[in-house]
C-alpha cells in the first residue's frame, strides 16, 4: 500500500518533507509568534479539507479564533465559503477554563470519534502547558491524547511558540513524529526566514536551512540550493557564438553548450555590451535568452539596446531588472528558474555577479548558490555567462571574482591599455574548458554594432 502523504499546497515545501508530511503522523509546528505558524497550519486545513473529512482547526487560549479568522480572510487561498463545512474552526478557551485539559482532551477526542477529518490544528499547544496544575498532568495530557489520535489515525499538527534550544525536553516534541522550526536568522543589515526540519520519522528530508517568505498566497518556501543533482548527463556538440564572431575564434569556435563563462574587468570595459550581443547574438539564431541586470536599470538598459540598434525584446529576450539592496537570494534563484522556463531560453547573462554576492553575505552559501545555478543551466543545456567588475584598471595581477572561476568554462579578461595619448581597451581569453584558445591579448573598441575586436598586441 503506497504511503499516504499531507500536502501543503506548496510543491517545494513538499519537497523538502520528501513528499509530505507522514500522514497519519503527528507534527510539531514552532517558531516565535510572528513567523507564519498559523499561515502554515492554515494552508494546510484549506488544501485538505473536504465535505467528507474536513480539516478542524482548534485555537486554545494564546489568540482568540475571532482574531484568527480575520487575518486568515486576508489571504488569497482562504475561502469563506468553505468555513463551517470543509474547513470548520472551534474555539478551545472556554471548555478549558471551565474543565481544565481533562475538558480539552474530551472535546478532541469527541471530535474526531464524531467524524474521520482531514488534519487536526491545534493553535497554539504551547499555551495548553499554563492551564495544566504541573508538569506531570502536562505530559499526562500529551501522551492521552498522543494514544488517541494515534488509535483514530488521525493527521494533526501542533503549533507552539518555541524556540530551538527550548524544544529538547519538551514532552510534545518528544511525541510529535515530525517537528518544523520557522525562524527569522540575521543576515548582515536584514533579517530572513529560514525553516529547518528537526526531525521526520519513516521519511527522508532535505537538511539545512530553508528560505522562505509569507505572503499573500501563504508560506512560500525556497529550498537550500546545495540540494541539486550533479549526476550525469549529455550535452550537444553545436558550439554556442558569443555574438562575436573573432571572439568565437579566439576560444575556439564559440562555447560549448551549457558553458559557463566568466568576464572580468574595470568599470566601463564593456563587460555590459559584451553579454548583450551574447543574448543577442543567441536570439538571432532562435535561441531566447534572459539578462539578469543588477547594473542598470530597465530605462538605462533599453537606452543601450535602442543605441545599438538591437530591439532586444523583439527577438526572443527578456530582461529582468532588480535592485540588489531588494534581492533575497534564494527567491531571486528561484523567481529566474520561472523565468527562464517561461522564456523556453538557451541562454543566460547575470550582471553582475559581483552585486548578487552582496546579497548574500555568508561566503560558503553564495559559492553554494553559484554551483546550483550552473549546474542546473548546464544540465537544461543553457549557456550562461557571468560579470564581475575588478577594482585593477590595467594590470590585474589576481582575479578577485569570489572563488567562480574554477566553476567557469571560460574566463575572459577585460582591461584599459595606454596607447600613448589615449586610454584602449584589451581583451585576453584566460581560460576554456575541453577548447584550444589564443591566450594572446587583443585590443578591441566598442562601436555602434558592439564589441569589435582588432589585432593582437604584443604587451598590455
Known amino acids: 500500500m503506497p504511503e499516504r502523504r499531507l500536502t501543503s499546497g506548496q510543491d517545494r515545501f513538499d519537497a523538502i518533507l520528501g513528499g509530505g508530511l507522514i500522514d497519519p503522523s503527528i507534527a510539531l509546528i514552532a517558531g516565535l509568534p510572528g513567523s507564519g505558524k498559523t499561515v502554515l497550519a492554515q494552508q494546510y486545513a484549506f488544501a485538505n479539507g473536504t465535505d467528507e473529512r474536513p480539516a478542524i482547526y482548534l485555537s486554545t487560549v494564546a489568540e482568540p479564533l475571532s482574531k484568527i479568522l480575520y487575518f486568515g480572510e486576508a489571504l488569497s487561498f482562504f475561502d469563506p465559503d468553505r468555513v463551517g463545512r470543509s474547513v470548520l474552526f472551534e ?162 569556435e564559440g562555447y560549448w553548450p551549457g558553458s559557463a563563462t566568466l568576464v572580468i574587468g574595470p568599470s566601463g570595459s564593456g563587460k555590459t555590451v559584451m553579454g548583450l550581443q551574447f543574448v543577442y547574438g543567441g536570439a538571432k539564431l532562435g535561441e531566447p535568452g534572459v539578462y539578469a541586470s543588477m ?93 564581475f567588475e575588478s577594482a585593477e584598471l590595467y594590470g590585474h595581477t589576481s582575479l578577485s571574482e569570489r572563488g567562480v572561476s574554477h566553476l567557469s568554462d571560460n574566463v575572459i579578461l577585460l582591461q584599459y591599455v595606454r596607447n600613448d595619448v589615449k586610454v584602449g581597451r584589451a581583451l585576453t581569453v584566460l581560460k576554456t574548458r575541453a577548447s584550444q584558445h589564443v591566450p594572446q591579448s587583443h585590443e578591441f573598441e566598442i562601436t555602434h554594432d558592439g564589441i569589435d575586436i582588432k589585432a593582437a598586441l604584443d604587451t598590455v
Open 91 to 252: 474555539d478551545l478557551g472556554g471548555q478549558i477554563d471551565d474543565n481544565g485539559l481533562v475538558g480539552a482532551l474530551r472535546r478532541i477526542s469527541g471530535l474526531v470519534e464524531r467524524q474521520p477529518c482531514s488534519v487536526l490544528i491545534i493553535d497554539s499547544f504551547r499555551a495548553l502547558r499554563y492551564r495544566a496544575a504541573g508538569e506531570r498532568e502536562f505530559e499526562g495530557f500529551v501522551h492521552q491524547l498522543a494514544g488517541q489520535l494515534a488509535a483514530s489515525g488521525t493527521m494533526a499538527l501542533w503549533l507552539g511558540e518555541y524556540r530551538r534550544d527550548e524544544l529538547e525536553g519538551c514532552p510534545e516534541f518528544a511525541v510529535a513524529d515530525a517537528a518544523v522550526l520557522l525562524a527569522t536568522e540575521d543576515a548582515g543589515q536584514r533579517d530572513s526566514r529560514a525553516l529547518r526540519v528537526l526531525k521526520l520519522r519513516g521519511s527522508d528530508f532535505r537538511s539545512g536551512a530553508h528560505a522562505y517568505r509569507i505572503e499573500n498566497s501563504g508560506i512560500r518556501v525556497f529550498p537550500r540550493l546545495s540540494d541539486v543533482d550533479a549526476g550525469a548527463y549529455e550535452l550537444g556538440e553545436r558550439r554556442t557564438t558569443s555574438g562575436i564572431a573573432a571572439l568565437d575564434m579566439l576560444v575556439g
Open 295 to 387: 547594473q542598470e536599470n530597465r530605462v538605462q538598459l533599453t537606452r543601450m539596446i535602442n543605441g545599438f540598434g538591437w530591439g532586444l525584446d523583439d527577438h526572443g529576450a527578456v530582461l529582468r531588472c532588480d535592485s540588489p539592496n531588494d534581492i533575497y537570494i534564494d527567491q531571486w534563484y528561484y523567481d529566474l528558474l520561472d523565468t527562464i522556463k517561461a522564456a523556453g531560453a538557451r541562454r543566460l547573462v547575470i550582471d553582475s555577479l559581483g552585486d548578487l554576492a552582496a546579497a548574500c553575505p555568508d561566503e560558503k552559501r553564495f559559492r553554494e548558490f553559484v554551483y546550483a545555478l550552473l549546474n542546473h543551466c548546464s544540465r537544461a543545456g543553457i549557456s550562461v555567462l557571468l560579470t
